[in-house]
Nanobody, 130 residues
Framework: LRFSCSVWGGLVQPGGSLRLSCATS????????IGWFRQAPGKGHEGVSC????????YYADSVKGRFTISGDNAKNTVYLQMNTLEVDDTTVYYC???????????????????????WGKGTQVTVSS
């Protein structure tokens, strides 16, 4: 079982865009909910977005709704997080994670708990700065 997270862009100015990708292997993606979390220094993990890859349902935290889009490609076993209109406050480390089943996504975003997940990828740095 493997996660590989990457970011296309890395450093961007406020208002710019980046795309994160989470490539997985070793399990059937469509059986899992994939969540993106982020963690600022000294703070806990904040749930950002979730996708139920079986039916494609997507969910977002209020802080990113309308700016971020999560999507999945089951054929490529990859989930993407397209981040638009980035703000300085979006600067932090982002993590991809997976949990078997889709019910987890249905929780309110404030109840998304990083430690409820079954699998975690390494973090990837996103920097938004002028």
């Amino acid at each position: 079982l493997r996660f590989s997270c990457s970011v296309w862009g890395g450093l961007v100015q406020p208002g710019g865009s980046l795309r994160l990708s989470c490539a997985t292997s070793g399990f059937t993606l469509e059986h899992y909910a994939i969540g993106w979390f982020r963690q600022a220094p000294g703070k806990g993990h904040e749930g950002v977005s979730c996708i139920s890859t079986g039916d494609g349902s997507t969910y977002y935290a209020d802080s990113v709704k309308g700016r971020f889009t999560i999507s999945g490609d089951n054929a490529k076993n990859t989930v993407y997080l397209q981040m638009n209109t980035l703000e300085v406050d979006d600067t932090t480390v982002y993590y991809c994670s997976a949990r078997y089943g889709s019910a987890w996504c249905l929780l309110p975003a404030a109840q998304w708990d990083y430690y409820d997940m079954d699998y975690w990828g390494k973090g990837t740095q996103v920097t938004v700065s002028s």
